[in-house]
């Protein structure tokens, strides 16, 4: 059958007009999401006071996650613009615009928020809510016909978005500290890292199907760590040691199976071995990683040696104190 080219051009463009007409609404819903979240953003911090997040979290100070949130809304901002761009199929110079638009956007936002101050586990939650819900786009893009770029422009958009406040949410609701952040987030990690690992070994032929117990397992995970964490908090500091020895223990094994000459399967249950010892032998390593030195003060220490008694006594001018002892 022969086909006429005057037809094919003008089925042609009728597709891609019919293309455009649909992602013009993702395009709209994008850019109300991005304002939606810079608003809220701003209007929370705006009318939260520094001295009542210390009262509240006192270990803590106002200041310490405001960099952090600043570097990484930023980015974000940038990757906001180039997949709104991505959306609208824009031209090299419009792409090259619309990312640092996104990033003067994500700095300024995240600049307002934080003029008051912002506690590391708020800046924390926020950035991993934002991490989380690219993860979801990847997982649920892969499992669908919208890996073309501007659908999956549109994706990230979303699960950004609504990670970003997600996790902005839990942080208000849960007032979670920094390390339980920390181990929150490492939990749900290891956990899809562990199921990405046991399906090479039940499987051999693994389809685009198999990232959905993958991502099953890291949302599971992510539950997990958050009712472990609340019961047995630790800091950031020590999260990151064991998670490094999570790393080491997956390079050893997988060296050990390569030494071997095993299969993907030994390979993949190796890495395996090795990510469980090397958490176990981190938990193990640091039981007192989080605990602080106790400081004796020479004054304490001379009076509790002579029976020393220091009595404060208000008066209408002010206050006297009276020391009583054995000198």
């Not at 760590?225 to 019961?231: E, L, M, T, V, Y």
């Amino acid at each position: 059958m022969t086909e006429i080219p005057e037809c094919s051009r003008l089925t042609g463009r009728y597709t891609m007009g019919m293309t455009y007409f649909k992602l013009i609404p993702y395009l709209r819903a994008a850019l109300i999401t991005l304002a939606v979240s810079v608003c809220v953003l701003a209007l929370y911090h705006r009318s939260t006071h520094a001295q009542d997040q210390l009262q509240e979290r006192p270990l803590e100070r106002p200041n310490d996650g405001r960099t952090e949130l600043v570097v990484f809304q930023t980015f974000h901002g940038a990757f906001l613009g180039s997949e709104i761009c991505s959306l609208a199929d824009c031209g090299d110079v419009a792409y090259v615009w619309s990312t640092l638009g996104g990033a003067t956007v994500g700095l300024t936002g995240s600049l307002l928020a934080a003029r008051n101050g912002v506690e590391k586990s708020t800046a924390q939650a926020v950035n991993a809510g934002t991490l989380w819900g690219m993860w979801h786009a990847t997982a649920i893009g892969s499992l669908s016909d919208i890996l073309l770029e501007p659908g999956l422009a549109g994706l990230f958009i979303a699960g950004q978005s609504a990670g970003l406040l997600g996790g902005l949410a839990l942080e208000r609701t849960l007032r979670p500290t920094s390390g339980q952040v920390a181990q929150t987030m490492s939990a749900g990690a290891w956990a899809g890292v562990a199921s990405a690992l046991v399906i090479p070994m039940v499987s051999d032929d693994p389809t685009s199907r198999a990232i959905l117990p993958v991502l099953a397992a890291s949302d599971l995970g992510l539950v997990a760590g958050a009712f472990w964490a609340s019961r047995h908090p630790m800091t950031r500091s020590r999260t990151r040691i064991i998670n490094l020895t999570g790393v080491l223990g997956a390079g050893l094994g997988a060296t050990v199976a390569w030494s071997a000459d095993a299969s993907s399967a030994g390979y993949a249950a190796g890495t395996l071995a090795g990510i469980g010892a090397g958490l176990v032998a981190g938990q193990l390593l640091t039981p007192n990683w989080d605990k602080r030195k106790r400081r004796t003060c020479r004054v304490q220490t001379a009076m509790t040696r002579h029976n020393l008694q220091l009595t404060p006594a208000p008066t209408k001018a002010g206050l006297t104190l009276q020391l009583t002892g054995t000198l």
